[in-house]
């Protein structure tokens, strides 16, 4: 029963291909000039130097380590704060 499921759908399949073999052709050239224009493009394009991709990746953590410094501050302060708060408002 499974083999007929599977032949009839093969079957189904060919005659959707027969019947729009005009539309996948030109799906088909489409890619092939989206691809083509693709590669034009990209050898249009400047990539940046080891060297400066190297000084962008050292600024980005430097950042990130600057910014995880200033909220762990932050955050250790606050709490020292709320515990002082909450200390004496218990008490």
Do not use: C, H
């Not at 729009?20 to 990209?42: T, Y």
């Not at 708060?85 to 218990?90: E, F, I, N, W």
């Amino acid at each position: 029963m499974a083999q007929y499921v599977l032949l009839a759908m093969l079957v189904l399949l060919l005659i959707l291909v027969a019947v729009n073999w005009r539309k996948f052709q030109s799906l088909g050239l489409a890619i092939q000039k989206f691809l083509r224009e693709v590669r034009i493009e990209m050898q249009k394009v400047s990539w940046p130097s080891t060297n400066d991709v190297i000084g962008a990746v050292i600024v980005v953590l430097v950042a990130v380590v600057a910014i995880t410094l200033i909220v762990s501050v932050t955050d250790e302060v606050l709490s020292k704060i709320l515990d002082i708060v909450l200390q004496r408002k218990g008490a």
